[in-house]
């Protein structure tokens, strides 16, 4: 067979794995809808036996109009959304749509066959929906939101929240609530000189389920003695994560999450300009670290950065959903991200299973490798609750979507720090284009495609290589400033 017929067969055989691989898919996340709607009456039964009240859930109803006559006042002026209580504001802005949005499948296949026969029998239905559209909204201010999300509000600004920390299915070990001492703060393993005798600071961000020993246990033991001695080095536990706070009253925005950085790193610890290592969506609170301090950043090092330029007349949060989650089966990241960011109760059963029993899990991994191996990757993975979880991962990756072009372009133009992205060429999880966009954005950004790399191997393995290439930068960054 010649090249031209194994290319064929090649073609072929990919074609009939997409397929099946479709198909397959389509029956299992069916069945997912079904067992989370089950779940969801399950765990409310569980929680109300406890606890003797349940958990507000994204699922429970449609959604709910507020207004002015209720607790929480909305305002739409000048197209802003705000939810005022007690003269406090939360910007429902910072809230993503996708944690009550999220159609099955079945109704989504079944929505995109109906719009098909709308077009092929020339209906117009998009003409006649944007007029129902503008009619109902001339007729009336008041904004539609999630029931959840009110509930929510409710208990985050009126303090009415009664919900013990922590719950019955999160983790009570010492590692997972040593932040009830200090609920204020982040836990920060700080590293390097003492104050006066620093030259530079280094703020690294982990990225979605992990913690600070992604770095505290690679590339922090891999830096020169010269490096350590210059650079105080801060590796944060972002909030609802590790050993940092995980209140069941927050909703882990974007806001907050950089709020919580600022009060427990920058602020306590004095730190005027300093460079920033993220790692996948912790690049998005490094970029809003970046606009919100243009000339205090020197660099900014992003790796597996989750960026996905939106079409227009898309809605970017249901996009990045559908980008970073596609319902597949394979690959196997894949189908994960797609259960985590799919299935609420999904989710929290698993982290009932895996979260709140960590102990016995890295118990079970030391008894099978005789200690052989770390557990900090697991520490990272199982140290959090759902709570934490499912908002960051709603919030900042997918309500983030319609920020990210802002962001980079404000990084462009208002800020000249230099700009260094890497990315594992066989990453699954966040394809190489996040980062070949993120160069289209910033121009004078530099990227680098680690070759036979995925999203957590671009780190853990080549924390060597990766602890001497930061070095090179943030000398760069500071030659270039001196210059």
């Known amino acids: 067979m010649g090249s031209g017929g194994k290319s064929a067969a090649r073609a072929a055989l990919f074609l009939v794995a997409r397929v099946v691989n479709d198909v397959l898919s389509f029956f299992v996340f069916c069945i997912l809808d079904v067992v989370d709607a089950i779940l969801c009456v399950i765990f409310k039964l569980v929680d109300y036996a406890v606890e003797a009240e349940w958990k507000p859930c994204y699922c429970s109803s449609a959604t709910d109009k507020v207004t002015s006559s209720g607790k929480i006042l909305v305002s739409e002026n000048g197209g802003s959304k705000v939810v005022s209580l007690f003269s406090k504001k939360v910007e429902l802005d910072d809230i993503s749509d996708t944690l009550f949005s999220r159609p099955s499948l079945v109704s989504e296949v079944s929505k995109r066959t109906r719009l098909k026969m709308e077009r092929a029998a020339g209906i117009v239905a998009v003409a006649r929906r944007s007029t129902s559209a503008a009619v109902n909204g001339a007729a009336t201010t008041t904004f539609t939101i999630n029931s959840t999300i009110v509930e929510m509000l409710q208990g985050k600004i009126g303090k009415q929240q009664s919900l013990p920390v922590p719950r019955w299915s999160d983790c009570d070990c010492c590692t997972c609530n040593a932040w009830a001492s200090s609920k204020d703060s982040l836990f920060v393993r700080a590293e390097g000189p003492k104050d006066r005798e620093a030259e530079e600071d280094v703020v690294f961000i982990h990225g979605f389920i992990s913690c600070s020993l992604f770095w505290t246990e690679t590339v922090f033991a891999n830096f020169s003695e010269e490096a350590k001695s210059r650079y105080r080095l801060f590796a944060v536990d972002l ?3 590790g050993r ?106 698993v982290c009932v299973l895996l979260s709140k029993n960590h102990r016995r899990w890295e118990s079970a991994v030391k008894q099978i490798t005789r200690n052989r191996i770390r557990t900090f990757l697991m520490d990272g993975f199982l140290c959090h609750t759902h709570n934490a979880a499912w908002h960051t991962l709603h919030n900042i990756i997918c309500g983030s979507a319609d920020k990210m072009d802002g962001y980079l372009d404000a990084v462009r133009s208002q800020s000249s720090c230099d700009v260094t992205v890497f990315h594992g060429r066989d990453d699954d999880l966040l394809p190489v284009e996040c980062s070949l966009a993120v160069l289209a954005k910033i121009p004078r950004a530099k990227v680098k495609v680690i070759e036979k790399k995925d999203h957590l191997t671009i780190v853990v393995g080549r924390q060597k290589a990766f602890a001497g290439e930061l070095e090179e930068i943030w000398r760069c960054a500071e030659r270039r400033i001196a210059t």
């Open 239 to 241: 909030l609802g994560f």
């Open 244 to 349: 940092s706070p995980k209140p069941a009253d927050s909703l882990y925005t974007l806001r907050e999450h950089v709020e919580m950085i600022e009060r427990s790193v920058l602020e306590p610890h004095n730190v005027k300009q300093f460079h920033i290592v993220a790692h996948s969506l912790g690049c998005i609170l490094a970029l809003a670290l970046a606009v919100k301090y243009p000339g205090a950043v020197k660099s900014l090092t992003l790796l597996a950065p989750p960026y996905f330029p939106v079409p227009k007349g898309v809605k970017g949060t249901q996009f990045v959903l559908r980008k970073v989650a596609p319902r597949r089966l394979w690959p196997l990241i894949s189908f994960g991200a797609s259960v985590a960011c799919w299935y609420e109760h999904i989710s929290r059963l």
